[in-house]
């Protein structure tokens, strides 16, 4: 079984909410969602969760993404970013071949936007047990 690492994105006044929809949206694997916070702004929440592999995944719960996870630095990446990443690291050249350092994105949350690449540390904030969440 392939699995994707998806990531929605909440506050912390809506995270109980945002919870339910996704326990009740999706069959966890693992029975668990890790939520992170963003260091820099507490408010923002991150919880991410894996689910099996969809080919052509659709969105069905708002502010979510799909998400890599490095797991020797816990730095969780979009595809775009990682190539921002190689570009930023490698005189702007994109290089698939590229030894990124995962170590200078530990707990960091890698994502890019208008601005260009966003690099937003994390720290864990709750681990949530879906088993025990549907009770």
């Known amino acids: 079984m ?13 995270l109980n909410e945002i919870v339910d929809i996704i326990v009740s949206c ?9 939520i992170f916070e963003n260091k820099d702004d507490s408010n923002q ?29 816990n730095t969780l990446y979009t595809i775009n970013a990682l190539n921002e990443v190689i570009r930023e690291k ?22 890019t936007n208008e601005m260009g690449l966003q690099k937003i540390p994390t720290k864990i904030y709750q681990i949530v047990d879906t088993d025990s969440w549907k009770k």
């Open 2 to 14: 392939r699995t994707q690492l998806l990531c929605t994105f909440t506050s912390k006044s809506k």
């Open 26 to 34: 999706n069959d966890v694997l693992y029975d668990k969602i890790y």
């Open 45 to 73: 929440l991150i919880c991410t969760y894996n689910v099996e592999f969809i080919e052509n995944y659709e969105e069905s719960i708002i502010d979510t993404i799909s998400l890599h996870r490095k797991k020797q630095s």
């Open 90 to 111: 490698n005189s702007g050249v994109l290089d698939k071949s590229y030894m990124v350092d995962w170590n200078e994105f530990s707990n960091t949350l890698l994502l």
